[in-house]
């Protein structure tokens, strides 16, 4: 695994969204694995900045995000559709049509959803390059520690600290979603190149466990050892225990 570590959470920032931004020149079709969390904000950001200074042209480009609350409606504020709505896809000028992030309506059986998602990943050809956050429980998307390596896009329960970090961001202990729709670790695996997000301290432990000790699915981000074309892109309080 490559390993560049940034002096700060904006260099960590812009670092990812030059790759993104290079990659996209060498192949405008090319397929994105997109993540949420606090982490990729400053991605994000980054990525608009070129958009509008210097033309990065997203017209051609496919997204597929990791993941989404189930039995959360696509309209809900919190929804991972509406962080990407308003933090990414409304201020570039991606084409609707080839954006996927799974459907968690309550009104849609989840699981039917859940491989549809998966057949609809085989079908555009694979990922190309899948950004991805680390949990502080070593979760990669919400493929909680357990997770098998070899699992697909499925329907899972959220480990217990991930839904008390969902309680405090959606504000208020109702409604809060207790399961999700996840690609796989197998379908993050499949994708051409990775990049993984760390920032900050008390992300250190865990990347080294990710990075540096032994593989196991106590850890599920510690699966991208095994994988042969990873960058992870630190700052310089993630990588203090490497
Ligand atoms: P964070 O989440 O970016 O909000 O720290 C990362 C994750 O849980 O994957």
Redesign the pocket.
């Known amino acids: 695994m490559r390993v560049v570590v940034n002096p700060d959470y904006e260099t960590l920032s812009e670092e990812a969204a030059e790759i993104i931004a290079k990659a996209v020149l060498g192949k405008p079709t090319l397929t994105l694995g997109l ?1 949420t ?4 904000l400053g991605m994000y950001d980054a990525l608009i900045r070129k958009h509008r200074s210097e033309a990065l042209d997203f017209s051609g480009v496919r997204t597929f995000n990791l993941d989404e609350y189930a039995g959360i409606s696509p309209d809900h504020p919190q929804s991972f559709h509406g962080y990407m709505r308003t933090r990414f896809f409304n201020l570039v000028n991606l084409l609707r049509k080839n954006i996927h992030i799974p459907d968690g309506s309550p009104d849609i059986d989840a699981t039917v959803e859940a491989d549809r998602y998966e057949s609809a990943i085989i079908e555009a050809g694979g990922i190309d390059l899948l950004i991805v ?3 502080g429980n070593g ?2 998307a919400f493929n909680e520690p357990g997770s098998p390596f070899d699992s697909r896009t499925r329907v899972v329960a959220l480990a217990p600290e991930t839904i008390q970090k969902v309680t405090k961001e959606f504000g208020s202990s109702e409604g809060i979603p207790r399961t999700a729709i996840t690609m796989g670790i197998g379908t993050i695996l499949d994708a051409r190149r990775i990049l993984l997000l760390a920032s900050g301290a008390a992300k250190a432990d865990m990347v080294r466990r990710a990075m540096r000790d032994r593989v196991t699915d106590a850890v599920p981000a510690s699966a991208l050892q095994l994988h042969s074309n990873v960058i992870a892109i630190l700052d310089e309080a993630a990588s203090a225990k490497l």
């Open positions: 993540p969390g606090s982490t990729p956050g680390i949990g979760h990669i």
